[in-house]
């Protein structure tokens, strides 16, 4: 029909936007679960006129069980299914998601039954591809899934085209029954889907349909679902309360759940019968509460949406000693709207420290180091305004387009406050010694931009009692589950002028978006300036311990730094102490090439290596505990910043 074929463009849309983990969902997608569909046609006619964008159906009869080793139904006559021309190509590969049969259970202690359902769900996937669905729905029904793994993983590594949504509930009813706390792993679904998945290689293909539960488990366990690559999200029409109109609603904890899981891009599906029965609306009812809490989901802070489109999208580290920075780089740093008002708040007080009231006519010398195109000269000369105070100022800056920029804006803004100079710090000469050091070279981890290999380079012209802004910055690491990030790293070409494992001895600039930390972070490393020690070592080595809170998979380290400009004015990106509205640098990853499994109570011991030479400085790290790794990236050999 006409309305049926204004939804098969719209959903073909948004199964290929997150199959492909895009962040690109700008409409609320929903769709309806069917137990039987006996007119498919007329069921897609229903979904289309209650505002459902797709619909989710047995492929095959509910009741046609079939027999394929023994029995009178191995010699059943006429089709076992219906046929593909019940609808077109295009409404098969954009308006139903394939559901398979609720009897299979390949994981059946009983030979006959195992051996039967195997083949029956072959047969299902098979048809499937055959009609060229978009994605199929298969539940995981307990701990043991080696056999249904094994199947999945053979058919997946074949011809199949399409995705496949795991069906988990969020608390297995075994838990909901017992309440123990922790829970057995056999008990604990999380369990199924990790062991399921690990099975699969991680295969990029499997997605999470999570079931919401009437009972919720605790607030970390939701959180480390939160962390899951799910896809969709299904709510049985049975949990629903009604309010005081007679519409149906959810209780309050799982609103909470359900905005938190909108940040992920999911779809819904609606499951089970119509429990409330309004004139003119039936199943409209929850599609439209459901489409009102999509609507009035909390908006996204400055740094969300900055960060549009790149979540868990891997970049590597800025090298900007070796490479010049091009002008689309300065200029996305630049609008940051808080990074160059705190480098202003923290020269004003440096000034005001240094110059008296009653000598505000003595010049200061201000070096600004590794300029850019000028930003930080601009926070000096605004913050000596507004103090009134004196600065003579030192663009200095390598990259000769830069220096492009700065000679001007001397020449159209600055005048002679402002001295460019085209030169490495390390290698600058000045005729006069600098009262203020200012510098914008840290990087996600603090100093992975070799911030301290510059500024000791920078000591030697900075006065006795000189201030450098920065005046210190300490790195933070802790430990994280992010699935989509490993089973991307896994995914990842490998370079034929790198060792194999490359992938996972490089550190990645990163939004960490769809990710669950399983423990606090704890600083690792800190660097204060001016540096007055003789010889310079930035070299540096930690061992940390980290006490994991609640069972499950560490798939690498997530850095931060926070950085003290001076006095208590202050930059971060620690989780706890994030300058609010700053989105200069996004977390740094450090990944595992084995992930590894740990319980509630765990200890997780990292060991970690900053290593310097006369041209370049890496890291090193591996953990102790509760299993020893590799030490990753052993003599820069997949990963190095050059000096």
Sequence with gaps: ????????????????????????????????????????????????????????????????????????????????????????????????????????????????????????????????????????????????????????????????????????????????????????????????????????????????????????????????????????????????????????????????????????????????????????????????????????????????????????????????????????????????????????????????????????????????????????????????KECSRTVKVYAVEKNPNAVVTLLALKEELWGDSVTVVASDMRDFEPTEKADILVSELLGSFGDNELSPECLDGANRYLRPDGISIPTSYTSYIAPISSHKIYTELKSTAKDPCKPFEAPFETPYVVRLHNHYTLAPPQPLFTFRHPNRDSPHDNSRYSQLTFAIRSPGTVHGFAGYFDSALYNDVSISIHPDTHSSGMFSWFPIIFPLKEAVFVEAGDRVTIHFWRCVTAKKVWYEWCISEPQPSDIHNPTGRSFWIGL
Excluded at 130 to 157: D, Q, V, W, Y
Excluded at 292 to 306: A, C, D, S
Excluded at 368 to 374: E, F, H
Aim: glycine share 4%; charged share 20%.
């Design 1 to 384: 029909s006409t309305r049926v074929l204004q939804y098969r463009y719209i959903l073909n849309y948004r199964i290929m936007a997150l199959s492909q983990n895009t962040s690109s969902q700008s409409r609320f997608s929903c769709g309806r679960d069917f137990s039987a569909v006996p007119n498919l046609p007329v069921t897609l006619e229903e979904c289309s006129t209650d505002g459902f964008d797709f619909a989710v159906a047995p492929i095959f009869h509910p009741r046609h069980k079939r027999e394929f080793l023994s029995g009178p139904a191995r010699y059943r006559p006429g089709p076992s299914t219906r046929p593909d021309l019940t609808l077109s190509s295009t409404d098969w590969s954009s308006l139903i998601v394939g559901r398979i049969s609720h009897w299979i259970d390949t994981d059946s202690r009983t030979d006959h039954v195992r051996a039967n359902s195997i083949l029956a769900l072959k047969q299902e996937l098979l048809y499937c591809m055959h009609l060229s669905l978009p994605a199929i729905l298969i539940p995981i029904k307990g701990f043991s899934c080696a056999n249904l793994a094994r199947t999945l993983l053979e058919h997946l590594m074949g011809a199949a085209h399409y995705h496949v949504w795991m069906e988990v509930p969020m608390l297995s009813r075994e838990a909901s029954v017992s309440g123990e706390t922790p829970l057995p792993r056999r008990m604990d679904s999380w369990h199924w889907w990790n062991q399921f998945r690990k099975m699969c290689h991680y295969n990029k293909r499997l997605g999470l349909a999570l079931v919401l539960s009437s009972d919720l488990p605790s607030p970390d366990a939701v959180s480390r679902w939160v962390g899951e690559v799910i896809k969709v999200i299904i709510i049985p029409t049975s949990i629903f309360l009604t309010n005081s109109k007679g519409y149906p609603v959810l209780p309050k904890a799982h609103q909470v759940i359900l905005q938190r899981m909108f940040k992920l891009d999911i779809q819904v599906v609606i499951r089970g019968s119509c429990r409330h029965c309004l004139p003119g609306k039936g199943m409209r009812a929850y599609w439209q509460y459901l489409e009102y809490l999509w609507q009035h989901r909390p908006l996204l802070n400055t740094v969300e949406t900055f960060a549009r489109g790149y979540e868990d999208y891997l970049q590597c580290p800025l090298q900007p000693l070796m490479d010049n920075l091009e002008s689309q780089t300065y200029e996305v740093f630049e609008k940051d709207p808080v990074k160059y008002t705190e480098y202003q708040t923290a020269v004003k007080l440096a000034l005001l420290a240094r110059v008296p009231d009653d000598k505000v006519e003595t010049p200061q010398v201000a070096m600004v180091l590794g300029a850019g195109r000028g930003p930080l000269v601009r926070a000096v000369l605004e913050a000596a």
